[in-house]
């Protein structure tokens, strides 16, 4: 079963996450498939904007697959902060809009997916949040973004608790624009894209590219300060200990 599904509606792009068995949480390869499908559509003139949604009803994505996170050292660790560097920078430099359809759960580095995204719809029983201190992981780059759109005292506050807001608290602070029925999700996604597809390209092009020139030298500083606090973080067995712990408390194994 493929892990990324790439679909054409007319001039959109149509991108879904396909592991619903792991709640759509990804791994190197699944991420790298996702980079390679963003820019085939950010290469194909007849696409004008990009719609991103989840396989299943329970989550957009779960974030990261735990079971590929337990055995990093510090060396991968690093590794894998390059690895998303790729992936963010490549949402972030996208010439054509992108919206997220949530049909489930946003959760750590998908949340952060989604608030890079430009237009966010999701229906009333969304969750959104960045829970990475509850298995042990530290948050660097999930900060850093939330901090843009909701200030420091919000993200110190999500960040250290790991809670997960639900979708009425989304709406309300501005995290998801269009808050709708489920079956309504994609649908309202498809809309916002056709809308955004019929602006002038080269201004939303121009839109886009200004709004990362603003935040590039925080999102370099970033990646840099994710690099030392994962490597000194796994270096510690800390996140292995906390991920058993957490998955052996849901009844989960790492191995599953």
Same mark, same amino acid.
């Given at each position: 079963?493929?892990?990324?599904?790439?679909?054409?509606?007319?001039?959109?792009?149509?991108?879904?996450?396909?592991?619903?068995?792991?709640?759509?949480?990804?791994?190197?390869?699944?991420?790298?498939?996702?980079?390679?499908?963003?820019?085939?559509?950010?290469?194909?003139?007849?696409?004008?904007?990009?719609?991103?949604?989840?396989?299943?009803?329970?989550?957009?994505? #779960?974030?990261?697959?735990?079971?590929?996170?337990?055995?990093?050292?510090?060396?991968?660790?690093?590794?894998?902060?390059?690895?998303?560097?790729?992936?963010?920078?490549?949402?972030?430099?996208?010439?054509?809009?992108?919206?997220?359809?949530?049909?489930?759960? #946003?959760?750590?580095?998908?949340?952060?997916?989604?608030?890079?995204?430009?237009?966010?719809?999701?229906?009333?029983?969304?969750?959104?949040?960045?829970?990475?201190?509850?298995?042990?992981? #530290?948050?660097?780059?999930?900060?850093?973004?939330?901090?843009?759109?909701?200030?420091?005292?919000?993200?110190?506050?999500?960040?250290?608790?790991?809670?997960?807001?639900?979708?009425?608290?989304?709406?309300?602070?501005?995290?998801?624009?269009?808050?709708?029925?489920?079956?309504?999700?994609?649908?309202?996604?498809?809309?916002?894209?056709?809308?955004?597809?019929?602006?002038?390209?080269?201004?939303?092009?121009?839109?886009?590219?200004?709004?990362?020139?603003?935040?590039?030298?925080?999102?370099?500083?970033?990646?840099?300060? #994710?690099?030392?606090?994962?490597?000194?973080?796994?270096?510690?067995?800390?996140?292995?200990?906390?991920?058993?712990?957490?998955?052996?408390?849901?009844?989960?194994?790492?191995?599953?």
């Amino acid at each position: 079963m493929a892990p990324v599904l790439l679909e054409r509606r007319g001039t959109i792009g149509l991108l879904t996450l396909n592991k619903p068995r792991k709640l759509n949480a990804w791994d190197k390869p699944m991420r790298d498939d996702i980079v390679a499908a963003l820019r085939h559509y950010d290469a194909d003139e007849c696409v004008r904007a990009v719609v991103m949604t989840g396989t299943g009803e329970r989550a957009f994505s #779960a974030g990261q697959d735990l079971t590929e996170a337990h055995g990093f050292d510090a060396d991968r660790a690093e590794a894998w902060i390059r690895e998303w560097e790729v992936f963010y920078g490549t949402l972030r430099r996208l010439t054509k809009p992108i919206i997220a359809a949530l049909n489930g759960t #946003a959760a750590g580095s998908a949340f952060q997916v989604a608030l890079l995204c430009d237009i966010r719809v999701a229906h009333d029983a969304v969750t959104m949040g960045q829970p990475e201190i509850n298995s042990g992981i #530290a948050s660097i780059t999930g900060p850093w973004i939330m901090k843009e759109m909701l200030g420091m005292s919000r993200t110190i506050e999500l960040t250290l608790t790991g809670r997960m807001m639900s979708a009425d608290e989304c709406h309300r602070i501005g995290l998801v624009h269009h808050l709708v029925p489920r079956g309504q999700v994609l649908d309202k996604a498809l809309q916002v894209a056709n809308e955004l597809a019929a602006k002038a390209p080269l201004a939303v092009r121009l839109d886009r590219a200004w709004f990362a020139d603003m935040t590039e030298g925080a999102f370099r500083h970033t990646v840099d300060a #994710a690099i030392r606090s994962h490597r000194q973080s796994y270096a510690s067995g800390e996140p292995a200990r906390k991920m058993e712990h957490f998955m052996t408390q849901r009844g989960h194994s790492l191995d599953d």
